[in-house]
């Protein structure tokens, strides 16, 4: 499976970014797509996960994200979304995007996925 992310950007405190993430390859009917971030000397951090099935799929969201992060995706197209609202200067990281094989839950440890997107930076200037 190969991801590719995209939509990072900078912005100022209080606007918005939508981030995309495409997952290509061999995918199955039930799997967990997700979003992480990372800043200098911190450890990768979940922000916001989706199970992705043709019978619909559950949501999970770290505190931060709660309430002004909204994450989507669309099980036949394989895509995922994380549409970020009321941005603030801590939400500066580089992003990444992440899959998991197996659609049952939504981890939040970053050694549960299976594959990484190639990150994509998000600044926001205060």
């Known amino acids: 499976v190969q991801l590719q992310a995209s939509g990072g950007g900078l912005v100022q405190a209080g606007g918005s970014l939508r981030l995309s993430c495409a997952a290509s390859?061999?995918?199955?009917?039930?799997?967990?797509m997700g979003w992480f971030r990372r800043t200098p000397g911190k450890e990768r951090e979940f922000v916001a996960g989706i199970t992705l099935s043709r019978r619909g799929g559950s949501t999970s969201y770290s505190d931060p994200a709660k309430g002004r992060f909204t994450i989507s995706g669309d099980n036949s197209k394989n895509t995922v979304s994380l549409q970020m609202n009321s941005l603030k200067p801590e939400d500066t990281a580089v992003y990444y995007c992440?899959?998991?094989?197996?659609?049952?839950?939504?981890?939040?440890?970053?050694?549960?996925?299976?594959?990484w997107g190639q990150g994509t930076l998000v600044t926001v200037s205060s």
């Open positions: 992440a899959f998991r094989t197996v659609g049952q839950f939504i981890p939040r440890a970053s050694n549960e996925y299976d594959y």
């Open positions: 390859g061999r995918t199955s009917s039930s799997y967990v």
